[in-house]
């Protein structure tokens, strides 16, 4: 197999509403929060895991896309990713195949999305102490009394905070050109979803502004999704 090239993708990403992507529970500390966010070990700064935006891609275009049978979009199978390991498969070709039945000629995974740190105006901010993250407070209401019980804290990357993203795309000799057209694909799907926990009570709605590949500006807007 041949590489033909590495296209270079960057751009910025745009909170528009608190994003909470979760550090997990193993990092609780005993009185702190019991729903922090990810966030760099060492400087504290948030960030955006590549892991999380390419997997909330390849979570989209499956469930857009691929997975689906002729003339209906539904879910199929156990809601788990695609692992056909063809070389045809869009899904296992882009973001990878962990199947032990992989085709041989399927070669690396073609997307590489690296973690998005913030942005240098906003890292400034955050190293002056200027960029406090938002703590926003979920609660259940009681059936009958109709009062918020149970509130729980929620920390969230505030609306207006940017990161900076970049990623990368193999292309190797052979490889249908459309591959690369389901990154766009992806990224507008995300905008139209959601990024990160809690998206279906207003978090994480984000937009990726500035988008060039190889320094050729690129429309997500204007993407057809049909
Ligand atoms: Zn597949």
């Not at 504290?44 to 909330?56: E, F, L, W």
């Not at 052979?174 to 978090?203: N, Q």
Request: aromatic letters at 8%; one cysteine or more; glycine letters at 12%.
């Amino acid at each position: 197999m041949k590489l033909e090239k590495i296209k270079h993708l960057n751009g910025t990403l745009n909170v528009l509403s608190g994003l909470h992507i979760g550090a997990g529970r193993d990092v609780i500390e005993i009185g702190g929060m019991d729903q922090p966010i990810i966030k760099h070990p060492i400087t504290s700064a948030p960030y955006v895991p590549g892991s999380s935006i390419k997997g909330k891609m390849r979570s989209l275009l499956e469930i857009y896309y691929f997975i689906n049978t002729p003339g209906t979009r539904k879910f199929v199978g156990e809601g788990k990713p695609c692992g056909c390991g063809e070389r045809t498969c869009p899904a296992c070709v882009i973001f990878g195949a962990a199947s032990d039945k992989k085709d041989i000629n399927i070669g690396p995974t073609r997307l590489l999305v690296r973690d998005a740190m913030l942005s240098s105006h906003h890292q400034d901010l955050f190293d002056k102490g200027e960029l406090p993250m938002e703590v926003k407070y979920e609660n259940i209401i009681h059936r009958v009394k109709g009062v918020a019980e149970h509130p729980r804290p929620l920390e969230r990357v505030p609306a207006g905070v940017t990161f900076d993203f970049s990623m990368s795309f193999k292309v190797f000799e052979g490889d249908d050109p459309s591959f690369l057209d389901y990154v766009y694909k992806g990224l507008r799907l995300i905008e139209l979803d959601a990024l990160g926990g809690c998206g279906s009570r207003g978090c994480g709605q984000v937009r990726f502004d500035n988008l060039a590949c190889d320094g050729q500006k690129v429309d997500l807007a204007s993407q057809n999704l049909d």
